[in-house]
């Protein structure tokens, strides 16, 4: 298939072309900050997954690399799906899970297979690292993917999201001395999650959370997504190999944020700015998916909270005092008020089409019900229905909101949380308009450097 690229958002990572999902091997190597990506290059839907590679020095401009793995070898010939990066002797490590057709038994194997690479753009091929020989026979082969590597006390340690015989998602703990030997340490979580399957899990050892992404997971408040994103806070007992949990909560409260990724080194996020079993527009322009602006990532009382990590070139801080007009497309706007009473923010409004957050209930409402293209997934509850997220609001004395805006999205974060969503508007759609009722309220719009 010929894809021709014709439109790209300005300062959100997508491929050169074609389709990307999950972000993989997230890692700050010889000076620069390496993204890589699920990536099928020939097409604007899901296919054989390589790995795309991107660089920054910044977090903000990205250049383009050569595609760093190719699905072409015996144990990743029907695909290299997700996984993560190390350094290690002066080496990019990467560790990720190879797919292969079986000659019998179920159709797929999916096993965790190592690369390296001296520069950290050319990657040299291990094969089979973790195998059937070392995962529980309890567990299925063709369910068992994206691992995620650190090292802690002079071992190699890593996660990766597995699923029991006739049973559900499952976590599962591996340990190596050298990264090429591993064995089987425990399931961390000991329990069965309620969804048929966990992706990509994220462990970080420095701030005691482990992020994963479930799927087919039962609804519940602030999560209507079918597939949806948690953050665990607590502590891994390495001895007993059991992660004790103090609390969770929801990742991202938009329709679209999949398979965060922490950076090895950094405590700094990204993840899929797209979702599942839902139809992407942006592919009649050459691309499908992108990934979210890097988060900074930091937990504070047991609590997970996010603020954008995006180069801007500073603003001019405006009061409002009842209604302010304005013309955007894309750059960072922050939102500040004291004694909040009501406020109605529309986005990308050409007067038929508008993307609108308000405040009600003391939840923050985002509805893109009219913002451009339809965007249809497979939630049937009232809110998706009606192209609605809610996302709790601090109902502090001061707010301070903070919208980052590209091309064909929205990302809106208060108080550590985030609201994600794309939405593909005409391009005459560029007005925007702030109702407010506070005692004190301002607005900065900052444009992206």
């Known amino acids: 298939m010929t894809i021709t690229k014709t439109k790209q958002p300005a300062f959100h990572i997508t491929g050169e072309k074609g389709w990307i999902n999950d972000p993989n091997g997230l890692i700050f190597f010889k000076g620069k900050y390496h993204v890589f990506f699920q990536h099928h290059p020939y097409d604007t839907k899901w296919g054989p997954m390589h790995w795309g590679h991107v660089v920054s020095e910044d977090l903000t401009h990205w250049e383009y690399l050569p595609n760093a793995l190719t699905p072409a070898d015996p144990f990743d010939s029907f695909g290299c799906f997700s996984g993560s990066a190390i350094e290690h002797d002066g080496k990019l490590w990467l560790l990720y899970t190879g797919v292969v057709e079986n000659q019998g038994g179920e159709t797929f194997r999916q096993l965790q297979c190592l690369a390296e690479s001296e520069d950290g753009i050319t990657f040299k091929k291990h094969g089979i690292v973790i195998g059937e020989d070392v995962l529980p026979s309890e567990y299925e082969p063709w369910n068992f993917r994206d691992p995620k590597v650190w090292r802690y006390n002079d071992s190699f340690w890593c996660v990766v999201a597995a699923k029991k015989r006739d049973g559900n998602g499952k976590v599962l703990l591996f340990k190596s001395s050298d990264l090429f030997k591993w064995e089987f340490v425990s399931d961390i979580f000991d329990k069965n999650f309620e969804g048929a399957m966990i992706e990509c899990p994220d462990f970080n050892q420095e701030l005691g959370y482990i992020l994963l992404s479930e799927q087919f997971q039962p609804k519940e408040e602030g999560s209507l997504n079918v597939h949806t994103s948690r953050w665990h806070v607590g502590m891994l007992d390495y001895e007993k190999g059991l992660f004790t949990e103090k609390a969770r909560g929801t ?21 899929w700015l797209n979702m599942w079993d839902r139809n992407i527009p942006s592919a009649e322009y050459g691309f499908a998916g992108m990934l979210t602006v890097p988060r900074k990532i930091c937990v504070k009382n047991d609590r997970v909270y996010q603020t954008p990590v995006v180069k801007t070139n500073g603003g001019e801080e405006m009061s409002v005092k009842g209604e302010l007009v304005d013309q955007v497309v894309k750059g960072v706007i922050t939102i500040k008020a004291q004694g909040l009473k009501e406020f109605n923010l529309r986005l990308r409004d050409n007067g038929e089409n508008y993307t609108e957050l308000y405040l009600k209930d003391n ?10 293209k339809e965007i249809v997934g497979v939630e049937t509850d009232s809110d998706s229905l009606a192209g609605i997220r809610r996302m709790p609001c601090s109902n502090g004395q001061e707010i301070e909101l903070t919208i980052v805006m590209d091309e064909f999205s929205v990302e809106i974060f208060e108080d550590g949380n985030v609201l994600s969503s794309t939405i593909y508007p005409p391009e005459d759609a560029t007005k925007l308009t702030l109702s407010v009722k506070a005692d004190n309220c301002t607005y900065l719009k900052e444009d992206v450097e």
Not at 363 to 372: E, I, L, P
């Open 251 to 271: 990742m991202d409260y938009g329709f679209d944020l999949y398979a965060p990724q922490t950076f090895e080194g950094a405590p700094i996020v990204i993840g």
């Open 363 to 372: 939840k923050w409402v985002f509805n893109r019900s009219r913002s451009g």
